[in-house]
């Protein structure tokens, strides 16, 4: 089974830093790699998809890289609505499997 | 509207079963690979199961392989996940997901809270 390793599991930044959050997968998974951003009591929501595709309506300031092992996602530019825990998520084999999820909160 | 609504979710006992159902609208739910993904309460994601669109393939965890099973209705635009043999570690808030054909989930339900308890 492929593990997903996120770093850091928490991150405190101010409106308008930029925001790096990283995955590792435990071993090749080409491109096959996602990112959801998840709000207190509300489902995940696609932001990223096969490593580096926006989801339609993601604003641009989200984006995201990498293949193989080692992806990352970045966020510009913080806005107030961008604290959410972000997951990431490999789907090149089953069974799929998510990070541990990252909380970025104001600081 | 895409929408995906899940129910069935209660508490039960443990070595209990329990059916979830999610019911699709606003897209051609057969052209679609659906899952299952759930959260314990104050924990991350973790996927369960999946089902390709005919309903020919299956795939599961390994935490919930033979006790869990996966299908799906198409003509009732429904899927359904078939819990049985209930452990605690089972408690989780259970989401269905439409997967966008990229694998990735880009519609997701609001979830249906298990709560496997004596």
């Known amino acids: 089974d492929i593990q997903m390793t996120q770093s850091p599991s928490s991150l405190s930044a101010s409106v308008g830093d930029r925001v790096t959050i990283t995955c590792r997968a435990s071993?090749?998974?080409?491109?096959?790699l996602n990112w959801y951003q998840q709000k207190p009591g509300k489902a995940p929501k696609l932001l990223i998809y096969?490593?580096?595709s926006l989801q339609s309506g993601v604003p641009s300031r989200f984006s995201g890289s990498g293949s193989g092992t080692d992806f990352t996602l970045t966020i510009s530019s913080l806005q107030p609505e961008d604290f959410a825990t972000y997951y990431c998520h490999q789907s090149y084999s089953t069974p799929q499997s998510f990070g541990q999820g990252t909380k970025l909160e104001i600081k | 509207e895409v929408q995906l609504v899940e129910s069935g979710g209660v508490v039960v006992q443990p070595g209990g079963s329990l059916r979830l159902s999610c019911a699709a609208s606003?897209?051609?739910?057969?052209?679609?690979?659906m899952h299952w993904v759930r959260q314990a309460p104050e924990k991350g994601l973790e996927w369960v199961s999946l089902?390709?669109?005919?309903?020919?393939?299956?795939y599961y965890a390994d935490s919930v392989k033979g006790r869990f099973t996966i299908s799906r209705d198409n003509s009732k635009n429904s899927l359904y996940l078939q819990m049985n043999s209930l452990r605690t570690e089972d408690t989780a808030l259970y989401y269905c997901a439409k997967d966008l054909g990229y694998r990735a989930f880009d519609i997701w339900g609001q979830g249906t809270m298990v709560t496997v308890s004596s």
């Open positions: 096969a490593a580096s």
């Open positions: 606003g897209f051609t739910f057969d052209d679609y690979t």
């Open positions: 089902i390709t669109w005919d309903g020919g393939s299956t």
């Open positions: 071993q090749s998974i080409s491109s096959h």
